[in-house]
């Protein structure tokens, strides 16, 4: 089956400095992947979709400038905290579909911003 | 717009119960149906699907129907494990190539 991969699967980070997220899709070509971020009482929020070669279309109230998202590659969307604060500390999962067929999610980084 | 409303949790049951988790939708068109699982610590994993009415999705003993009448994609298992112990989502997506929109997820405690 289709395999995505998260990296890191955890990362710790102090206020105000940026972190990267790396999603890969292993086994086929992510035309659009889309990022969410997973909050404590488990709901499962949208921030953005992106699709290869363009830029991500954010839902709204999610910060852009923020919340930086590159998609440069059928297989790599990166997610770049910016200027994190305790507050951004979630859990992020990212998924990635090719075409219009199965969407298949991400193993999810912790990011604990201290 | 499109909502998915589950049932409430946290669900605790003993092992080998009945399991039933409640999820409606509201949608415009006609939506194909999704449960996910997520085991802790993890991303999501498709359970089962079903992509028109009354297709029934099944998956590691777990079925669902698609109910367009009564707006409704219960999850049922006939007798649960400690290990399908996780957080069960409910989705939709309307178009192929649309965006999924999410229950708020379910918790499901199995005790031996």
């Known amino acids: 089956g289709a395999v995505v991969s998260q990296h890191p699967s955890w990362v710790i980070c102090k206020s105000g400095t940026s972190v990267k997220i790396e999603c890969r899709s292993l086994d086929f070509q992510a035309t659009t992947m889309f990022w969410y971020r997973q909050f404590p009482k488990q709901s499962l929020m949208l921030m953005a979709t992106s699709n290869e070669g363009s830029k991500a279309t954010y839902e709204q109230g999610v910060e852009k400038d923020k919340f930086l998202i590159n998609h440069a590659s059928l297989t790599l969307s990166t997610l770049t905290v910016t200027s994190a604060h305790p507050e951004d500390s979630s859990f992020y999962i990212c998924?990635?579909?090719?075409?219009?067929?199965?969407?298949?999610f991400g193993p999810g980084t912790r990011l604990t911003v201290t | 717009g499109n909502s998915v409303t589950q049932m409430e949790g946290p669900v605790t049951l003993s092992e080998e119960a009945f399991l039933t988790i409640n999820c409606t939708y509201t949608?415009?068109?006609?939506?194909?149906l999704f449960w996910y699982v997520q085991y802790p610590g993890e991303g999501l994993q498709l359970l089962l699907k079903a992509t028109k009415a009354d297709d029934k999705g099944s998956n590691k003993g777990f079925e669902a129907t698609y109910r367009k009448e009564t707006t409704s994609f219960h999850l049922e298992k006939g007798s649960v494990q400690v290990s399908d112990s996780a957080v069960y989502f409910c989705a939709l997506k309307v178009t192929n190539a649309g965006k999924s929109t999410f229950g708020d997820g379910t918790t499901l405690t199995v005790k031996p």
């Open positions: 998924s990635a579909r090719e075409g219009t067929y199965e969407q298949y």
């Open positions: 949608a415009t068109g006609y939506p194909s």
